[in-house]
């Protein structure tokens, strides 16, 4: 298998961080493409009509995309099970602090656009508070009302990955807000599958700055 990876996305290593989980990494031709809506990349486009990573291409089923569906597919390849559970209610516990997760990630994208990426005369102060708004609002959730568990889920490697992508991008912290969720991340992040894929590189936009 390949996957199209970018070492600076949150879905991307979320990927990588659960083919690692699941003793899958060595089966998995990890190549690095730079994405960004303004910066056309060709190869993913040809992978992906939507032209973003990661996508993971598969011997039997092509290309697939997004993180959620490469997730699920090495989830069956690597266990049936061990990362999302097929049934229950751990089942939905784990595929609800994924979503969380992503959300995460897309308010963080959101804000940075408003606050960094988008050139300052475009930006729209409003958005960038809402967006925040929704960062601390899920950290405030996250501390009071989620029960994280002794098993490692698709659920937690999102949220690992996700947290540790808004520290890698200095936006709106976690630490003093949420001392509970800060333990579980620590502790998360000493795992070797999150050791051996660290955040690194910055977003080549394409356009005027």
Known sequence: MT????????????VLVSAHELGLADSVDVVHHETSP????AAVFAANPLGKVPVLLTPDVGALFDSVVICDYLD????AGRLIPREGPARYQALRL???????????IALRWETLRRPEALRYPPLAQGQEMKLLEA???????????ALVS???????TALAWLEFRDLPGFRQRAPR???????FCQRPSMRATP???ETQDGGPQ
């Open 3 to 14: 996957l199209l990876y970018q070492s600076h996305s949150p879905y991307a290593r979320k």
């Open 38 to 41: 303004t910066n056309r990349n």
């Open 76 to 79: 069956r390849l690597g266990g």
């Open 98 to 108: 994924q979503a969380l997760a992503q959300g995460l990630c897309d308010a963080g």
């Open 139 to 149: 950290y405030e959730h996250l501390e009071t009302q989620v029960e994280f568990g």
């Open 154 to 160: 698709i659920g937690q490697i999102a949220l690992a």
């Open 181 to 187: 969720l800060t333990a579980w991340y620590d502790d």
């Open 199 to 201: 955040y690194d590189g």
